[in-house]
């Protein structure tokens, strides 16, 4: 039987088939680059569910620092919203791992009158939502079987292509796609390689995690909730840093239990007031950072990690959660990643 961690441990590998299936075949990242000059695309909208809906985060803080229009809705929501407000310089990516998400293959059959100006991101060829599409892009995870781990990371950095694509297509200085993709897929294998425990230690007793993210990692923060759920049974929440600030606050106590993602200067100030206030009202936080904190408090964990590209730090923070769900389903008797309810 493959395990949870037996498809973590694959993350790095699946990582490294990706960069070099599209720096064998770039033919669609060619195809989407015509589609976005010759039609004066402007604006690019981002749907799936659960995980496939989360990478979108990602895309939307790329483009939009770029001052690219870019955003991010949960399929069912786009219907009823979205999809009004699509334009004739809009393209839209349906993303699904799986490539049968039920609400995707809804909207492919009831609202998507045709292929033009949509693309598709996914993981089988011979599934249903990849005969749509102008473009069509595959995430190379190979079959996964458990809570999403591989895919995720994969479906990510087929995102951060894409969005390598669009902003090349409008004249911007395109990001080393293959180098850093491959630098952290070597990140990502040192971290389950040397994996302490430190983390699970840590937040043994957690009855309850908070995940507090923002930019890129609010992607992060979202896939973590999900995992925390699916693998661990164990509710969770995610916050951006500053909303943390705003009612949450107001739950923390000595049972109270959070992660925090630091990889952006755009954070880094609502980070330290989250660190603060947990801190301070007697709760235990987490900071995955790629920055030195000078603090020393039981109640605080710092866990460094060599990432300095905040729009791909999703493709490596995410692994000491994997990690630490995992190790907190197994001392709990669960079966970590096992879906008993959801259908991919």
Same mark, same amino acid.
């Given at each position: 039987m493959i395990t949870f961690i037996d498809e973590i441990r694959q993350q790095s590998g699946a990582l490294v088939d990706l960069v070099r299936a599209y720096d064998a075949d770039g033919s669609e990242g060619e195809k989407l680059a015509g589609i976005v000059k010759e039609r004066g695309i402007n604006e690019f909208v981002f749907t799936g569910m659960g995980s496939s809906t989360f990478v979108g985060y990602v895309a939307r803080t790329l483009l939009s620092r770029k001052g690219i229009r870019a955003s991010v809705c949960e399929t069912k929501e786009y219907i009823s919203t979205n999809s009004k407000t699509m334009r004739e310089d809009s393209m839209l990516f349906l993303v699904s791992q799986s490539g049968t998400s039920k609400e995707i293959m809804d909207f492919c059959a009831d609202h998507l009158k045709s292929d033009h100006n949509v693309g598709i991101i996914t993981n089988y060829p011979d599934q249903p939502l990849y005969g749509h599409g102008e473009v069509k892009f595959l995430i190379h995870a190979g079959q996964e079987f458990n809570t999403s781990s591989k895919s995720f990371t994969n479906t990510v950095a087929t995102v951060l292509y894409i969005c390598n694509v669009i902003i090349k297509s409008k004249g911007f200085e395109p990001y080393d796609f293959s180098g850093i993709v491959s630098e952290y897929a070597k990140i990502v294998e040192d971290l389950v390689n040397a994996d302490s425990g430190a983390l699970s230690e840590f937040l043994a007793d957690a009855a309850y995690v908070c995940?507090?993210?923002?930019?890129?990692?609010?992607?992060?923060?979202?896939?973590?909730?999900?995992?925390?759920?699916?693998?661990?049974?164990?509710?969770?929440?995610?916050?951006?840093?500053?909303?943390?600030?705003?009612?949450? +606050? &107001? @739950? *923390?106590?000595? $049972? %109270?239990?959070? =992660?925090?993602?630091?990889?952006?200067? /755009?954070?880094? !100030?609502?980070?330290?007031?989250?660190?603060?206030?947990?801190?301070?009202?007697?709760?235990?936080?987490?900071?995955?950072?790629?920055?030195? +904190? &000078? @603090? *020393?408090?039981? $109640? %605080?964990?710092? =866990?460094?990690?060599?990432?300095?590209? /905040?729009?791909? !730090?999703?493709?490596?923070?995410?692994?000491?959660?994997?990690?630490?769900?995992?190790?907190?389903?197994?001392?709990?008797?669960?079966?970590?990643?096992? @879906?008993?309810?959801?259908?991919?």
């Open positions: 995940y507090i993210g923002g930019g890129a990692s609010y992607c992060t923060a979202h896939q973590a909730e999900l995992i925390t759920e699916e693998a661990a049974n164990m509710f969770s929440t995610r916050y951006l840093p500053a909303q943390f600030l705003h009612g949450p +606050i &107001e @739950l *923390i106590n000595e $049972r %109270f239990y959070a =992660i925090a993602f630091d990889f952006s200067d /755009e954070t880094r !100030a609502e980070i330290d007031r989250a660190v603060d206030s947990v801190i301070s009202f007697g709760g235990k936080i987490c900071v995955l950072t790629n920055r030195d +904190i &000078e @603090l *020393i408090d039981p $109640r %605080f964990l710092g =866990i460094k990690i060599p990432v300095e590209n /905040e729009f791909y !730090a999703p493709l490596v923070e995410i692994v000491p959660i994997e990690l630490f769900i995992n190790q907190l389903g197994l001392k709990r008797g669960k079966n970590p990643g096992i @879906l008993s309810r959801v259908h991919k």
